[in-house]
């Protein structure tokens, strides 16, 4: 497996060393989908996909066991192929869809409140984010997270050391 797609893999909170291309192949389903549909949702500049999409995002997000995208993954490829299917999301990916789910619904209420501005910057950061999961393999709501993380783990150790 390319080191790349161990990266991407990893990124996301799965630490497993034996990770395989089934796993990064199961993982790149929901950046598709969302690119897919995020695409879609622009060209036609429906609030209502954006709404419907961040609905899916938040849910997968807040009740990572009834992910709607894993589900879909366990079972359209994962059962028929007999492969195993994926648990629930650990904390990085869960952050990146909460994150991409706020967006999402920030685009929808722009759409419906006429901020068409607003709309348009947040469409193109949407779409450029899920491009750049789909295409290079790199997670910017997860690498928040990671920052972020490191930032408090940080801050608590020198709040400790004083």
């Known amino acids: ?7 991407f893999i ?3 909170g799965y630490l497993d060393p034996h990770a395989d291309d089934r796993l990064y192949s199961a993982l790149m389903l929901q950046p598709r989908m ?14 209502w996909l954006f ?5 899916a995002l938040g849910w997968s997000a807040l009740v990572p066991t009834r992910s709607l995208f894993d589900a879909v ?3 359209v490829v994962a059962r028929p192929r007999g492969l195993a299917p994926l648990a629930a999301a650990p904390a990085p990916r869960r952050f990146a869809g909460g994150l991409a789910a706020t967006v999402t619904l920030a685009i929808g209420v722009a759409l419906l409140t006429g ?11 949407a779409t450029f984010a ?13 690498d928040l997270y990671e920052v972020l993380r490191r930032s408090a ?6 709040r400790t050391a004083q």
């Open 73 to 75: 993954y366990n079972s």
């Open 51 to 55: 709404l419907a999409l961040s609905g």
């Open 34 to 47: 969302v690119c897919g549909v995020t695409v879609m949702a622009v060209l036609l500049q429906s609030p």
């Open 1 to 7: 497996m390319r080191n790349s797609k161990d990266q």
């Open 10 to 12: 990893r990124s996301l």
């Open 130 to 142: 899920a491009a750049a999961v789909v295409l290079g393999r790199s997670c910017a709501g997860a």
């Open 153 to 158: 783990a940080s801050r608590a150790q020198r």
């Open 115 to 125: 901020a068409s501005s607003t709309a348009w910057v947040l469409e193109a950061l």
